[in-house]
């Protein structure tokens, strides 16, 4: 595996978007607007925005499969975004390379070429606009609380396979999608594989978003002395599943250090290495670790 980039101080933005419609194009003419929006309404630029997930169709696995899109990304394989059958990558692409940002883009639903198998797939670019890493998310959203809240998105998507990062020149980001936060291995893998930050572009909701979407933020950025951020669409009441909202950054020590309200709005945070540092030399758990009494999750993990 190659070395994780020096963590630098950055300057992260979080796009906690409204106004998500059934009509795609609309989606993405207004996430471009917020890409722009975002870019311009800081003091300082930001070096990473990111939206949520399922930006561009309504959540709900009805949906899924209307609203994919084939993507056909290969890691290490150089991609072509002007080739692209995917209306999201070409937006996303372009907004990117327009701001000259990094650019987690939410989520989206994918379908895979090959197999017919729909995903729902993040997609980041540099600030070329090159799309550069993908991510699908590996746990489905399957629960039932009996009374609240039904959801099965194996009714219609596959579970990804793969657990993914990427360097930038200031920090080495993980890569997980909202459900993927319940499962502290894929966190946990992240950060022995050198992340600083873990973004999961996500979709709490009314029933779980009051429990566990704070909770479950300070546990991975703790557990693992990383930063931390889930970035969620606004709420709307109109829509068959209502969002929690409260996009957020935690640091590595857990205090959130910003966090949004229900509607649709932007966020920045400034991202310090030194807080990380400070986690780690004064309460040093990444060195304490019993790979003696426990096993090491991440060895053996494929490249
Ligand atoms: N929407 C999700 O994938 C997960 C979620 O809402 C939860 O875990 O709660």
């Not at 793969?162 to 980001?173: H, K, L, Q």
């Not at 780690?280 to 494929?302: A, C, M, N």
Request: hydrophobic share 40%.
């Amino acid at each position: 595996m190659s070395r994780a980039p020096v963590f630098k101080p950055f300057t992260l933005a979080l796009i906690q978007l409204g106004n998500i419609s059934a009509e795609k194009s609309a989606n993405l003419q207004h996430a471009r607007e917020m890409i722009l929006k975002a870019a311009a309404g800081h003091t300082k630029k930001p070096d990473v925005i990111v939206l949520p997930e399922c930006f561009n169709s309504p959540y709900g696995h009805v949906h899924f499969p209307v609203y994919a899109e084939k993507i056909g990304f290969m890691p290490g394989k150089p991609y072509d975004v002007a080739k692209s059958d995917s209306a999201s990558v070409k937006m996303l692409s372009s907004a990117a390379k327009e701001t000259g940002t990094w650019l987690i883009g939410g989520s989206i639903p994918e379908r895979d070429a090959a197999n017919d198998h729909v995903y729902n797939t993040c997609t980041v670019y540099n600030p070329k606009g090159e799309l550069v890493a993908t991510h699908r998310k590996v746990h489905l959203f399957d629960i039932d609380i009996p009374g609240k809240i039904q959801f099965k998105e194996s009714e219609t998507l596959t579970g990804g396979t793969t657990m993914n990062f990427f360097d930038t020149e200031f920090a080495r980001i993980g890569l997980g999608i909202c459900y993927d936060i319940r499962f502290p291995e894929l966190a946990m893998t992240s950060a022995r594989k050198g992340c600083h930050l873990l973004v999961y572009p996500a979709a709490f909701n009314l029933t779980t978003g009051p429990l566990h979407w704070e909770l479950l933020q300070r546990a991975r950025a703790v557990d693992n002395q990383v930063y931390f951020s889930m970035c969620s669409p606004a709420r709307d009441m109109s829509a068959g599943y209502h969002a929690w909202g409260h996009s957020m950054v935690v640091d590595p020590l857990g205090k959130v250090l910003v966090e949004a309200s229900e509607g649709e709005n932007i966020l920045y945070t400034e991202i310090d290495p030194q807080t990380l540092e400070d986690a780690r030399s004064g309460i040093p758990v990444t060195t304490q670790r019993r790979f003696d009494v426990y096993p090491d999750v991440s060895e053996g993990l494929k490249e």
